[in-house]
Protein backbone atom coordinates (compact mmCIF):
# COMPACT_ATOMS: atom_id res chain seq x y z
CA UNK A 1 0.00 0.00 0.00
CA UNK A 2 2.36 2.83 -1.13
CA UNK A 3 0.33 5.88 -0.24
CA UNK A 4 0.70 4.41 3.82
CA UNK A 5 4.48 4.27 3.02
CA UNK A 6 4.95 8.20 2.05
CA UNK A 7 3.05 10.69 1.02
CA UNK A 8 1.95 10.31 -2.86
CA UNK A 9 -0.30 11.31 -4.99
CA UNK A 10 -3.33 10.20 -7.02
CA UNK A 11 -4.19 10.75 -11.26
CA UNK A 12 -7.16 8.12 -11.61
CA UNK A 13 -10.40 7.53 -9.41
CA UNK A 14 -9.27 4.62 -7.37
CA UNK A 15 -10.91 0.96 -7.87
CA UNK A 16 -13.16 0.27 -5.60
CA UNK A 17 -13.45 3.88 -4.56
CA UNK A 18 -17.14 5.22 -4.16
CA UNK A 19 -16.07 8.75 -3.32
CA UNK A 20 -13.66 11.44 -2.82
CA UNK A 21 -13.15 14.14 -0.34
CA UNK A 22 -10.85 17.28 -1.01
CA UNK A 23 -9.68 19.05 1.91
CA UNK A 24 -8.56 22.60 1.62
CA UNK A 25 -7.72 25.13 4.63
CA UNK A 26 -7.73 28.81 5.35
CA UNK A 27 -5.65 30.72 8.03
CA UNK A 28 -2.30 29.58 10.14
CA UNK A 29 -2.13 26.53 12.07
CA UNK A 30 0.71 27.12 14.50
CA UNK A 31 -0.24 28.22 18.18
CA UNK A 32 2.99 29.92 18.79
CA UNK A 33 2.18 33.49 18.28
CA UNK A 34 -1.47 32.97 19.58
CA UNK A 35 0.26 31.65 22.91
CA UNK A 36 2.82 34.44 22.99
CA UNK A 37 0.16 37.02 22.76
CA UNK A 38 -2.15 35.70 25.43
CA UNK A 39 0.90 35.13 27.81
CA UNK A 40 1.53 39.20 27.17
CA UNK A 41 -1.58 39.92 27.39
CA UNK A 42 -1.29 41.55 23.81
CA UNK A 43 -4.55 41.83 21.50
CA UNK A 44 -5.38 38.73 18.86
CA UNK A 45 -6.58 40.11 15.64
CA UNK A 46 -9.37 37.85 14.25
CA UNK A 47 -7.46 37.41 11.02
CA UNK A 48 -4.86 35.93 13.35
CA UNK A 49 -6.68 33.52 15.44
CA UNK A 50 -9.37 31.63 13.17
CA UNK A 51 -8.08 28.35 11.29
CA UNK A 52 -10.50 26.50 9.00
CA UNK A 53 -10.10 23.49 7.34
CA UNK A 54 -13.08 22.15 4.48
CA UNK A 55 -13.75 18.92 2.57
CA UNK A 56 -15.69 18.98 -0.74
CA UNK A 57 -17.18 15.18 -1.53
CA UNK A 58 -17.56 14.59 -4.57
CA UNK A 59 -19.29 11.19 -5.67
CA UNK A 60 -18.16 8.92 -8.74
CA UNK A 61 -21.12 9.04 -10.75
CA UNK A 62 -20.92 12.73 -10.31
CA UNK A 63 -16.92 13.33 -11.52
CA UNK A 64 -16.75 13.40 -15.00
CA UNK A 65 -20.00 15.75 -15.12
CA UNK A 66 -18.04 18.03 -12.67
CA UNK A 67 -14.84 17.41 -14.59
CA UNK A 68 -16.43 18.30 -17.89
CA UNK A 69 -18.25 21.57 -16.41
CA UNK A 70 -15.15 22.96 -15.01
CA UNK A 71 -13.13 22.37 -18.64
CA UNK A 72 -16.13 24.06 -20.47
CA UNK A 73 -15.69 27.12 -18.04
CA UNK A 74 -12.30 27.55 -18.30
CA UNK A 75 -12.24 27.18 -21.60
CA UNK A 76 -15.22 29.98 -22.41
CA UNK A 77 -12.32 32.70 -20.32
CA UNK A 78 -9.23 31.23 -21.56
CA UNK A 79 -7.89 29.89 -24.95
CA UNK A 80 -7.96 26.05 -24.47
CA UNK A 81 -8.55 26.61 -20.79
CA UNK A 82 -4.63 27.86 -20.16
CA UNK A 83 -2.63 31.17 -19.39
CA UNK A 84 0.96 32.37 -19.31
CA UNK A 85 1.41 32.77 -15.81
CA UNK A 86 3.87 35.81 -14.87
CA UNK A 87 4.94 35.71 -18.63
CA UNK A 88 7.02 32.15 -17.86
CA UNK A 89 5.02 29.30 -18.84
CA UNK A 90 1.58 28.90 -20.13
CA UNK A 91 -0.41 26.66 -18.03
CA UNK A 92 -3.80 25.12 -17.31
CA UNK A 93 -5.47 28.03 -15.60
CA UNK A 94 -6.25 26.92 -11.47
CA UNK A 95 -9.33 28.35 -9.81
CA UNK A 96 -7.50 29.57 -6.66
CA UNK A 97 -9.48 31.70 -4.12
CA UNK A 98 -7.03 34.30 -3.75
CA UNK A 99 -6.19 35.13 -6.84
CA UNK A 100 -9.99 34.78 -8.10
CA UNK A 101 -11.24 37.47 -5.05
CA UNK A 102 -7.91 40.09 -5.74
CA UNK A 103 -8.34 39.43 -9.59
CA UNK A 104 -4.46 38.65 -10.15
CA UNK A 105 -3.07 36.82 -12.88
CA UNK A 106 -5.36 35.10 -15.51
CA UNK A 107 -7.87 36.87 -13.35
CA UNK A 108 -7.24 40.12 -14.14
CA UNK A 109 -9.83 42.43 -15.79
CA UNK A 110 -7.18 42.84 -18.27
CA UNK A 111 -7.35 39.07 -19.37
CA UNK A 112 -11.03 38.53 -19.35
CA UNK A 113 -14.71 39.90 -18.22
CA UNK A 114 -14.34 39.55 -14.40
CA UNK A 115 -17.86 40.62 -13.84
CA UNK A 116 -19.08 37.75 -16.46
CA UNK A 117 -16.32 35.18 -15.14
CA UNK A 118 -17.36 35.38 -11.27
CA UNK A 119 -21.06 34.88 -12.43
CA UNK A 120 -20.58 31.42 -14.16
CA UNK A 121 -18.24 30.74 -11.55
CA UNK A 122 -20.99 31.34 -9.19
CA UNK A 123 -23.40 29.11 -11.38
CA UNK A 124 -21.43 26.65 -11.35
CA UNK A 125 -20.42 25.90 -7.64
CA UNK A 126 -24.11 26.59 -6.80
CA UNK A 127 -25.10 23.62 -9.57
CA UNK A 128 -21.93 21.10 -8.62
CA UNK A 129 -23.08 17.87 -6.63
CA UNK A 130 -20.83 17.69 -3.64
CA UNK A 131 -21.46 18.21 -0.10
CA UNK A 132 -19.10 19.82 2.28
CA UNK A 133 -17.92 19.15 5.50
CA UNK A 134 -15.89 22.18 7.42
CA UNK A 135 -14.25 22.52 10.59
CA UNK A 136 -12.58 25.74 12.65
CA UNK A 137 -11.30 26.27 15.25
CA UNK A 138 -10.18 29.28 17.68
CA UNK A 139 -7.25 29.09 18.12
CA UNK A 140 -7.44 31.55 21.51
CA UNK A 141 -10.21 30.35 23.23
CA UNK A 142 -8.62 26.86 22.09
CA UNK A 143 -5.46 27.99 24.32
CA UNK A 144 -7.10 29.30 27.08
CA UNK A 145 -9.53 26.49 27.43
CA UNK A 146 -6.67 24.26 27.31
CA UNK A 147 -3.53 23.82 29.27
CA UNK A 148 -1.68 21.79 26.09
CA UNK A 149 -3.99 22.67 23.36
CA UNK A 150 -4.37 20.00 20.48
CA UNK A 151 -2.82 21.02 17.52
CA UNK A 152 -5.34 22.72 15.49
CA UNK A 153 -4.57 21.03 11.60
CA UNK A 154 -5.01 17.89 13.56
CA UNK A 155 -8.04 18.61 15.50
CA UNK A 156 -9.74 20.12 12.57
CA UNK A 157 -9.35 17.62 10.44
CA UNK A 158 -10.20 15.00 13.08
CA UNK A 159 -13.63 16.77 13.11
CA UNK A 160 -13.96 16.56 9.48
CA UNK A 161 -13.00 13.07 9.07
CA UNK A 162 -15.39 11.78 11.91
CA UNK A 163 -18.13 13.38 10.12
CA UNK A 164 -17.46 12.15 6.94
CA UNK A 165 -16.71 8.52 7.82
CA UNK A 166 -19.96 8.33 10.52
CA UNK A 167 -22.48 10.62 8.20
CA UNK A 168 -21.65 10.20 4.93
CA UNK A 169 -20.19 7.29 4.16
CA UNK A 170 -22.82 4.09 4.09
CA UNK A 171 -21.11 0.67 5.61
CA UNK A 172 -20.61 -0.61 2.41
CA UNK A 173 -19.17 2.80 0.50
CA UNK A 174 -15.54 3.82 0.74
CA UNK A 175 -13.68 6.94 -0.02
CA UNK A 176 -9.79 8.25 -0.56
CA UNK A 177 -8.92 11.82 0.96
CA UNK A 178 -6.90 13.92 -1.20
CA UNK A 179 -5.46 17.24 0.44
CA UNK A 180 -2.99 19.62 -1.45
CA UNK A 181 0.80 19.27 -1.15
CA UNK A 182 2.32 21.68 0.90
CA UNK A 183 6.08 19.94 1.11
CA UNK A 184 7.20 16.26 2.36
CA UNK A 185 7.83 17.66 6.31
CA UNK A 186 4.28 19.26 6.31
CA UNK A 187 2.96 16.03 4.09
CA UNK A 188 4.11 13.34 5.96
CA UNK A 189 3.06 14.67 9.02
CA UNK A 190 -0.52 14.90 7.90
CA UNK A 191 -0.28 11.63 6.87
CA UNK A 192 0.73 9.84 9.91
CA UNK A 193 -1.69 12.13 11.78
CA UNK A 194 -4.07 10.34 9.46
CA UNK A 195 -2.89 6.96 9.30
CA UNK A 196 -3.36 6.78 13.19
CA UNK A 197 -6.96 8.21 13.13
CA UNK A 198 -8.03 5.21 10.58
CA UNK A 199 -5.99 2.53 12.60
CA UNK A 200 -6.88 3.74 16.09
CA UNK A 201 -10.27 5.92 15.68
CA UNK A 202 -10.69 8.90 17.80
CA UNK A 203 -11.92 9.74 21.51
CA UNK A 204 -15.41 9.96 19.80
CA UNK A 205 -15.43 7.61 16.36
CA UNK A 206 -14.33 4.18 16.46
CA UNK A 207 -11.81 2.59 14.20
CA UNK A 208 -14.12 0.30 12.38
CA UNK A 209 -15.88 3.46 10.66
CA UNK A 210 -12.30 4.95 9.65
CA UNK A 211 -11.12 1.65 7.95
CA UNK A 212 -13.79 3.32 5.31
CA UNK A 213 -10.82 5.41 4.20
CA UNK A 214 -9.07 3.59 1.83
CA UNK A 215 -6.37 6.20 0.80
CA UNK A 216 -4.96 9.58 1.61
CA UNK A 217 -3.43 11.31 -0.90
CA UNK A 218 -1.21 15.12 -1.68
CA UNK A 219 -1.84 16.28 -5.27
CA UNK A 220 0.12 19.64 -5.80
CA UNK A 221 -2.12 22.53 -7.69
CA UNK A 222 -1.01 21.18 -11.16
CA UNK A 223 -0.30 17.91 -12.51
CA UNK A 224 3.51 18.26 -12.93
CA UNK A 225 3.37 14.57 -14.66
CA UNK A 226 1.81 16.92 -17.40
CA UNK A 227 4.18 19.90 -17.51
CA UNK A 228 1.29 21.40 -15.80
CA UNK A 229 -1.12 21.29 -18.56
CA UNK A 230 -3.78 19.61 -16.05
CA UNK A 231 -4.97 21.29 -12.53
CA UNK A 232 -7.08 19.17 -9.81
CA UNK A 233 -9.91 20.07 -10.10
CA UNK A 234 -11.27 18.45 -7.01
CA UNK A 235 -8.96 20.58 -5.04
CA UNK A 236 -10.22 23.92 -6.59
CA UNK A 237 -13.85 23.35 -5.66
CA UNK A 238 -12.44 22.81 -2.40
CA UNK A 239 -10.18 25.74 -2.51
CA UNK A 240 -13.18 27.87 -3.66
CA UNK A 241 -15.91 26.59 -1.05
CA UNK A 242 -13.47 27.13 2.01
CA UNK A 243 -12.58 30.76 2.04
CA UNK A 244 -16.54 31.45 1.68
CA UNK A 245 -16.60 29.33 5.16
CA UNK A 246 -13.74 30.95 6.23
CA UNK A 247 -14.93 34.39 6.29
CA UNK A 248 -18.26 33.50 7.42
CA UNK A 249 -17.12 32.43 10.75
CA UNK A 250 -14.62 34.77 11.44
CA UNK A 251 -16.67 37.80 10.90
CA UNK A 252 -20.36 35.66 11.69
CA UNK A 253 -22.11 36.86 8.56
CA UNK A 254 -23.38 35.59 5.43
CA UNK A 255 -22.01 36.95 1.89
CA UNK A 256 -23.11 35.90 -1.50
CA UNK A 257 -20.17 33.14 -1.73
CA UNK A 258 -22.04 31.65 1.60
CA UNK A 259 -25.20 31.57 0.41
CA UNK A 260 -24.34 29.75 -2.81
CA UNK A 261 -22.87 26.95 -1.10
CA UNK A 262 -24.87 26.32 2.04
CA UNK A 263 -27.34 24.57 0.74
CA UNK A 264 -24.05 21.97 0.39
CA UNK A 265 -23.32 21.71 3.37
CA UNK A 266 -24.02 18.38 5.21
CA UNK A 267 -27.29 19.09 7.77
CA UNK A 268 -28.75 21.81 5.98
CA UNK A 269 -30.09 23.44 7.39
CA UNK A 270 -29.32 22.01 10.86
CA UNK A 271 -25.76 21.93 9.70
CA UNK A 272 -23.69 23.23 13.24
CA UNK A 273 -22.15 20.80 14.58
CA UNK A 274 -22.80 18.26 12.02
CA UNK A 275 -21.90 19.56 8.59
CA UNK A 276 -20.07 22.41 10.03
CA UNK A 277 -18.08 21.98 13.49
CA UNK A 278 -16.63 25.33 15.35
CA UNK A 279 -14.64 24.54 18.42
CA UNK A 280 -13.88 25.25 21.29
Known sequence: MGWRNRPT??????????????????????????????????????????????????????????????????DKYWDEGKFNYNNIKIKRVCFHSNEVRGRKGPFSDKVIDYNNFICDLSGFMENLPATIFSSTIDKEEHCKKYITPLHPYNLCLDFVLERFVKYYLKPNEYGVIVLEARGAGEDRFVLNHIKEVIDKGTRCVNDSYFKKIKGVYFNPKWCKKHQEQLSYFGLECADLYSYPIHKHIKFNTKDKPFEILEKKIYGYPNYSGYGLKVFP
Open 9 to 74: YIEKWPKHTDVIMFIDENGESSLKNIQKKIKKGSKIDINEKIFTITGCVINKKNFLEVRENIISLK
